[in-house]
């Protein structure tokens, strides 16, 4: 599956939250999306995955321009996987419902094979002992582990990850990343908006680096670190490695 921006804007009011985007997608391997506050990765992340349609440009899917049309974003949603900052876990079900749910309700599955499924999944993030339990009685990182999980529950081919970690102290934030490097490992394409740029730079791939909501720069993450290519970038860094330090 390819996803492409072309020239694409987004406006609330009269602002511009991005503009002028064009970018692809890789194929296997990660795309970071890296910039300041406010400067537009979760716009451009919401575009490219259809939950929201641009003003200006397009969002090609497989070569054809994503329509408008409510059914054929919810079709382009369904072919990929969505994990936001909090989670987005529902409150009243328990960690193996919030798999099975989605995977009966959008994807057609019957309950025995959501059920081995959800199953499978919570065995890999480590988290079978907790499958009765529901978010307010798993930890943080547990609860991005779920929702990893449940991201995957119907093997999208690319995941879409906006700032993933952003609301966990650093062990929880480390479980999370190691289960996020095993999703890599098996051959998923990362769509990633992070701050975690330690963790940006160990999964490599391509950086997309937005700056005053256009793409300033796009290239690979080892050249974005090793030798940032732009003074922005250079400006970028240094205040992300003082709010680390
Ligand atoms: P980032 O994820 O990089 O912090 P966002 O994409 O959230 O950036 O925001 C880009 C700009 O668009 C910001 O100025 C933000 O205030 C604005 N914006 C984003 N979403 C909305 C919205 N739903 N309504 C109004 N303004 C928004
Ligand atoms: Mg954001």
């Known amino acids: 599956m390819q996803i492409e921006a072309r020239n694409a804007g987004r406006c609330y ?24 506050s406010g400067g537009g990765k979760s716009t451009l992340l919401r575009l490219l995955a259809g939950l929201e349609i641009p003003q200006e440009g397009q969002i090609l899917v497989d070569g054809n321009p994503l329509s408008a049309n409510e059914s054929d974003l919810r079709t382009h949603r369904r072919r990929l996987g969505f994990v936001f900052q909090d989670g987005n876990l529902f409150p009243h079900l328990n960690a193996e419902e919030n798999i099975t749910l989605p995977l009966i309700r959008a994807h057609g599955f019957s309950r025995s094979d959501a059920k ?4 499978t999944l919570l065995e890999r993030f480590q988290l079978l002992s907790h499958i009765r339990h529901r978010p307010s009685e798993l930890s943080g990182g547990q609860r991005q582990r779920v929702a990893l999980a449940r991201a995957m529950g119907h093997d999208p081919e690319i995941l879409v990850l906006d700032e993933p970690t952003s609301a966990l102290d650093p062990e929880m934030t480390g479980e999370v990343m190691d289960a996020l490097e095993t999703i890599r490992g098996s051959g998923k394409t990362l769509v990633l908006a992070t701050h975690a740029t330690g963790f940006a730079r160990h999964l490599g791939g391509q950086v997309a680096f937005l700056q005053n909501h256009r793409l300033h720069w796009m290239g690979a993450t ?4 090793d030798a940032p290519p732009t003074e922005e970038s250079r400006t970028y860094l240094s205040r992300i490695h003082r709010e680390e330090s």
């Open 116 to 119: 081995t499924r959800a199953h």
């Open 13 to 36: 009011g009269d602002q511009w939250a991005i503009r002028n985007i064009s970018l692809r997608i890789p194929s296997h391997e990660p795309l970071l999306l890296l910039g300041s």
């Open 222 to 225: 080892r050249q974005f670190f």
